[in-house]
C-alpha cells in the first residue's frame, strides 16, 4: 500500500538556522498537508496546498514558514531561522478526497507520514 | 474557527472492558469525523471516520456514534486488548473545502491485562 514518506526522520540545528523538512506524499493525491505535535501534545494544522499554491495556513504559519513543491514528487517545509519554541514533530499528509474504487466509497482521509522530529537547541 | 473537545484525557481500563471516549465540535458546518491512533513515537493512525449523513458507525470493535444536534462524537472499543492502549485522538473538518484536520487534545488509553 502507498504511504507517504518523509526525510529526515530527526532533525537537530541550533537556533537561528535554516531547515528543510521533506515529504514525498501518495503519487496521485492532490492536496498536501503540514501539521506539527509538540511532545505531549495535540496535532496542529500548520498549512494546507493544493494546484501549486497555499490553499489555507494558520497563526502559526508565520514569515518564517514556507512551503514549495518543487517537482513532481516533494513537498517542503522551510523554517527561515528556526525558534527553541519550534522544536515539535513534524507530520506531513496528503489525501484524494472523492468517490474512491468502484465501491463508490467517499472519503477525506489524510494519510500522515512517520514524521521528523525538529529538536532546535 | 472550529473548536474540539475531547475527554477523558487519560482512561485506564481492564482488558476485556469497554472504552468510551467524548468529543464536542463548535463548528455545526464540519461534516466529518475521524478518529486516529497513536503510539508513542509514531504517527496517526486512521482507525475509523463518520460522515455527518450517519449517525452510527461499526468496524469489528470499534464504532463511532454522531449527534449533529448536540455536536457530539464518541468513539467506542469493546473488549479492549493491551495492543489498544494509545493515544487517541478525534478530529473534524472544517467545511472550507480544504479539509484542514483541527484535532481533539487526545486521550491516553492504557489497557492492562
Known amino acids: 500500500e502507498p504511504e507517504v514518506t518523509q526525510t529526515p526522520s530527526h532533525q537537530v540545528t541550533q537556533m537561528g538556522q535554516e531547515v528543510i523538512l521533506r515529504c514525498v506524499p501518495i503519487?496521485?493525491?492532490?492536496?498536501f498537508y503540514w501539521y506539527r505535535q509538540i511532545l505531549g501534545q495535540k496535532v496542529e494544522f500548520l498549512v494546507s496546498?493544493?494546484?501549486?499554491?497555499?490553499?489555507?495556513k494558520s497563526e502559526i504559519f508565520d514569515d518564517q514558514f514556507s512551503v514549495e513543491r518543487p517537482d513532481g514528487s516533494n513537498f517542503t517545509l522551510k523554517i527561515r531561522s528556526t525558534k527553541l519554541e519550534d522544536s515539535a514533530m513534524y507530520f506531513c499528509?496528503?489525501?484524494?478526497?472523492?468517490?474512491?474504487?468502484?465501491?463508490?466509497?467517499?472519503?477525506?482521509?489524510?494519510?500522515f507520514g512517520p514524521g521528523t522530529r525538529l529538536t532546535v537547541t | 474557527g472550529e473548536n474540539v473537545e475531547q475527554h477523558p484525557s487519560t482512561l485506564s481500563v481492564q482488558e476485556g472492558d469497554s472504552a468510551v471516549i467524548k468529543c464536542t465540535y463548535s463548528?455545526?458546518?464540519?461534516?466529518?469525523f475521524p478518529w486516529y491512533k497513536q503510539e508513542l513515537g509514531k504517527r496517526p493512525q486512521l482507525i475509523i471516520d463518520?460522515?455527518?449523513?450517519?449517525g452510527e458507525k461499526k468496524d469489528q470493535r470499534i464504532a463511532v456514534t454522531l449527534n449533529k444536534t448536540a455536536k457530539h462524537f464518541s468513539l467506542h472499543i469493546t473488549e479492549t486488548q493491551p495492543e489498544d492502549s494509545a493515544v487517541y485522538f478525534c478530529a473534524a473538518i472544517q467545511n472550507t473545502g480544504f479539509q484542514k484536520l483541527v484535532f481533539g487534545t487526545g486521550t491516553r488509553l492504557l489497557v492492562s491485562p
Open positions: 499528509a496528503s489525501n484524494l478526497p472523492g468517490e474512491i474504487g468502484t465501491a463508490l466509497k467517499f472519503s477525506y482521509e489524510q494519510y
Open positions: 503519487s496521485n493525491h492532490l492536496y
Open positions: 463518520i460522515r455527518s449523513n450517519v
Open positions: 496546498f493544493y494546484n501549486n499554491e497555499i490553499s489555507e
Open positions: 463548528d455545526s458546518a464540519s461534516n466529518y
